[in-house]
């Protein structure tokens, strides 16, 4: 059965830091791109960042540019969100998620989400 | 820009739903469509604009291609009632590329 199980969520100030992990099981982890989702309280789904099955080529929303670094460890099967100079909205949960097989790239296998709340 | 109408439906356990997505682009077929129960991550109904994902029920489907995109569920159950989003996939990185979701609610 395919997986996706976040980790690392949690309380952090403004301006704070944060790194979100996602452990991945139940397919061939690095032939398939991944990504980041978030859901703001109340809100709809914004993408955040993607990352191709190698690692080499990331992409980030421009919300989150320079700020977001996202990487994987394609030996322990782990996703990784590194978040920089949080800001208050940047409070949300956070999906990993699994990239379809080739492109173009949908959304197949979500996992259940992590919270992160920027508050002071 | 995606734009997901109406907002909300309000409708009953047996009706049929009709929900619509609309891209400023044209997207071909690559088009997605979630659903999103309280709590619960999204789930992936719908991919190319009209295939079901694994294990989805066939009271769901969807239709269009280019901008106009539909959701049906043709005999709505109680499990049904949820958030659906549209998501375009035809450009990469998807920037904006959810719809702001159709509130499915028991009327």
């Known amino acids: ?31 398939y791109a991944m990504s980041w989702v978030r859901q703001a309280p109340g809100k709809g789904l914004e993408w955040v960042s993607g990352i191709s099955g190698s690692g080499e080529t990331t992409y980030d929303a421009d919300s989150v540019k320079g700020r977001f670094t996202m990487s994987r460890d394609n030996v322990k099967n782990t996703l990784h969100l590194q978040m920089n100079s949080l800001r208050v909205e940047d409070t949300a949960v956070y999906y990993c998620a699994k990239l379809s097989g080739r492109p173009p790239w949908y959304f197949d296998i979500w996992g259940r989400g992590a919270l992160v709340t920027v508050s002071s | 820009v995606m734009t997901q109408s109406p907002a909300t439906l309000s409708l009953s356990p047996g009706e049929r739903a009709t929900l619509s997505c609309r891209a400023s682009q044209s997207l071909s077929d690559n088009l997605a469509w979630y659903q999103q129960k309280p709590g619960q991550a ?7 604009a009209s295939i079901r994902a694994t294990g989805i029920p066939l009271r769901f489907s969807g239709s269009g291609s280019g901008s106009e995109f539909t959701l049906s569920i043709s005999s709505l ?3 049904d009632f949820a958030v659906y989003y549209c998501q375009q996939y035809n450009y990469w990185p998807p920037m904006n590329n ?3 979701g159709t509130k499915l609610e028991i009327k």
Do not use: K
Not at chain 1, 9 to 29: E, H, I
Not at chain 2, 42 to 48: E, K, N, S
């Open chain 1, 1 to 31: 059965e395919v997986q996706l199980l976040e980790s690392g969520g949690g309380l952090v100030q403004p301006g704070g830091s944060l790194r979100l992990s996602c452990a991945a099981s139940g397919f061939t982890f690095n032939d």
């Open chain 2, 42 to 48: 999204p789930r992936l109904l719908i991919y190319g």
């Open chain 2, 77 to 79: 159950q109680s499990e």
């Open chain 2, 98 to 100: 959810f719809g702001q």
